[in-house]
Structure formats: C-alpha cells, structure tokens
C-alpha cells in the first residue's frame, strides 16, 4: 500500500457562473520514503494536490488516502489531531508568527499533542538542532534571514514527527545559497529520517533534489526520474486525465 493514494479525483472550484475544472480523474501514488517534486505551469493544480493530501481542502469526487485513512471523510475536529500528528506543511512565505521567538515557533503544534512542557522543550530543541539552528532558538523571526526563517518553518513541520512533509514552494523566496541548505536539508530529512517529502516547485535546481519528479500540465501528467540514482531511461507517460 502507497503512503498516500489518489484514485480518480475529481476537484472543480465555482467562481461566479464558471466552473474550473483542475482534475477529472486524477490517480496517482507516492509511497513511503519517496520524495517527489511537483512542477507545471501556474493554475495546473500544484497546490491544490497537497492541499488535498493535506485535508485543507476536500475533493469534488474520489479518494484521497494517506496511511489507509481517507482524508475526505475526516470531520474537522479529526482532521484538527489527525494532520498535527500526520501532516507536516512548509508554505514558501514561512508563515511564522512574528511575536513569537523561533522555540516559541517551533513549539506550536506540539501544544496540539498530549506532551507535556518538558517533551515539548525536548523535541522542539531537537528540531531546531536538525535544522541547524540550536544557536538561535530566542531569535524573533525578524532577527532572521529568510534561509534561516525557511529552516524554523522547516522545524515547526517535523518537530511532531510527520510521516509526510508537504512543502510549497520552499525555495521561492530564497536566494541560491539559502535554497542549497534547504535542500540539502530535505535530502537529510528524506534519506536519514525516511520522511517521505512532496514539493511544489517552479526551481529546476530544487527539482533535481528530489528522487521523482512530476510534471502537471494540461491534462497531462508526466514523469521524469531526474536523480542520478533513480533516472529513468526515458521521459515516461504515467497517466493522463487530470
Ligand atoms: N479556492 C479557490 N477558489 C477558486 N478557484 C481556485 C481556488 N483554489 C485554486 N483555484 C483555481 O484552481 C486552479 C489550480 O490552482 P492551484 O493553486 O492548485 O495551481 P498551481 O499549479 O499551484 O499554481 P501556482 O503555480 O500559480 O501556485 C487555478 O485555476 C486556480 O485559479
């Protein structure tokens, strides 16, 4: 069984009198462990995937399943527990909440567990240790660059321990440097701590890191294995219909 499972999705957003239809019939896989890019042009439906796998949002028809559990079934209350346990999500504009300090950021879905406040200091030194940031845990995010800003968004998303990390767009606001450490970063997190990893990207550079990538257009969706380990022999046709 994949990690997460999409069979026959359907997903249309109304707007006024128009319907956009974004996917009619999507079926796709990604099992544990991988770490898969999602590329296409703007308004193919990058985001729209991981919100789904995410839970954020529900599809028109289909099933979207990760670890055996079908998310669009899950009530909000469930989904509330069910992605802080689950769910690990890096947005490309970090989202930290600037009056907090970065423990103070990386501590915040742990207060959504069970744990108690001296786990929760643990792990949160843990994740920002992983991250390479253990020297600036009482910085304010604006004390920060945007690298390292990204990294604390990077610990708040596996200070719970996620089995998925879904990121959208990391890289986009960052500069080449800071894109090589978090990339660098999601290959340790994918092959050290067998995080399975799914990104959207527009950066080939942030491409080439993943094992898989995936490439969402009209109606297509394609495959292209670009890590040198995992390189298919060819551009491959895995599905169409979206
Ligand atoms: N909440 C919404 N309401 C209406 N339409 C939406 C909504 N969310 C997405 N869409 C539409 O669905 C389509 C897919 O959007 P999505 O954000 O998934 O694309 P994307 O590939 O991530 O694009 P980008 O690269 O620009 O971020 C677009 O046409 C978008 O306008």
Redesign the pocket.
């Known amino acids: 069984m994949a990690l997460v499972e999409i069979r026959d999705v359907y ?1 249309s ?3 006024e009198a128009q319907t ?1 239809d ?1 996917y009619s019939g999507l079926t796709i896989d990604f099992e544990e462990g991988s770490y898969t890019a999602l590329m ?12 789904l796998v995410a839970g954020l ?1 529900k599809p028109t028809r289909g099933s979207v399943r990760v670890a055996g559990a079908e998310v669009s079934a899950m009530s909000a209350a469930q989904l509330a527990s069910w992605r802080a346990r689950t769910i690990g999500f890096v947005f490309q504009s970090y989202n930290l909440l600037p009056v907090l300090t970065a423990r103070q950021n990386v501590e915040l879905p742990l207060l959504l567990t069970k744990l108690g406040k001296k786990d929760r200091a643990e792990r949160t030194a843990i994740a920002l240790g992983v991250v390479g940031l253990g020297d600036r845990m009482d910085h304010y995010p604006r004390q920060l660059s945007g690298g390292q800003e990204q990294r604390v968004a990077i610990a708040r998303a596996i200070v719970a321990d996620p089995t998925l990390i879904l990121l ?2 990391p890289t986009g606001q960052l500069d080449a440097r800071s894109s090589e450490e978090v990339l660098e970063l999601l290959r340790r997190l994918n092959e050290e701590f067998h995080k399975t990893i799914m990104m ?1 990207t ?1 950066d080939a550079k942030a491409a080439g890191s993943a094992k898989r990538v995936l490439h ?1 257009e009209k109606g297509d969706l394609l495959e292209r294995g670009v890590a040198a380990t995992h390189a298919l022999p060819e551009a491959r046709r895995e599905a169409v219909a979206l």
């Open positions: 997903k957003f109304k707007r956009v974004v296409g042009p703007s308004g193919s439906g990058k985001s729209t995937l991981l919100n949002d959208d767009e959207v527009h969402l």
